[in-house]
């Protein structure tokens, strides 16, 4: 049972210039892992944390660091399998390593070799992702305990005082507006269908570039920048 209040009589909001709502106004979910699973309890992370330090026309690194939690009494010895796919589900890199999580720990493992050749770049024209899959296996069984699938893209970009914003080595002119979560009737209650029709419809405009407001919006609202660009 979620059971929430918005009401407030002592501190109204005394100035904004954007509506202000409360309540329960994203997706409300039940989590449940395995008792060796990813740490998902660090302010909203999942426990798997993408980086590209380094992108460029002929190859791309991709960085993820990973947090995994024992929460048995007992020593489990895991393996850790990180694969990087593009978009046509073609296994393009992938790296392992096993270790023993002690009872009632986390470790974290970082993976820093994941290289992919001759990579299909993201630009707004051409919004390429990659997928990052990432498992924990018990070493021994091969059961699986948990997996996240996360996109990425691979690109990179500089900004020049004089010349202006450049992406994968061209300019680019940045044209774009500011976006909040609300519509009428219903507030900033929007469903994921909302999200990806105002995403849509920037794009339309012509857009290539947005500014999400004030606040974290939902995931979704990510995720449709992602794809389509």
């Keep these: 049972l979620v059971k929430v209040n918005n009401e407030n009589l002592d ?3 005394l100035m904004g210039d954007f509506t202000f709502w409360g309540g329960i106004y994203r997706d409300v979910n039940i989590i449940t892992m395995e008792k060796v699973h990813f740490k ?3 302010f909203g992370g999942k426990g798997v944390y993408i980086q590209t330090p380094e992108v ?3 190859s791309a690194t991709i960085k993820s660091t990973i947090e995994c939690e024992n ?3 007992q020593t489990k010895k895991i393996e850790l399998i990180c694969s990087v796919r593009n978009k046509n589900n073609e296994l393009v890199a992938v790296q ?3 270790l023993s999580l002690k009872p009632n720990t986390t470790s974290k493992i970082v993976f820093e070799k994941l290289n992919v050749k001759s990579p299909l770049l993201w630009s707004p024209d051409s919004p390429n992702l990659y997928t990052v899959e990432t498992k924990i296996v018990d070493s021994k069984t091969k059961i699986e305990y948990d997996r996240i699938i996360s996109n990425v ?3 990179w970009f500089s900004i020049d005082p004089e010349k202006g914003f ?3 080595g061209k300019h680019l002119k940045l044209v774009g507006v500011n976006r909040h979560q609300d519509f009428e009737g219903i507030g900033s209650a929007l469903t994921d269908d909302f999200h990806w029709r105002d995403m849509q419809l920037i794009k339309n405009m012509g857009a290539n570039f947005i500014r999400i407001a004030h606040y974290p919006q939902d995931e979704n609202v990510l995720e449709a920048c992602d794809k389509l660009g």
């Design 11 to 13: 501190i109204p909001p």
């Design 40 to 42: 998902s309890n660090e």
């Design 56 to 58: 460029n026309a002929n």
């Design 71 to 73: 929460q048995t009494l």
């Design 96 to 98: 392992t390593s096993k």
């Design 153 to 155: 893209g691979l690109r």
């Design 166 to 168: 450049f992406l994968n």
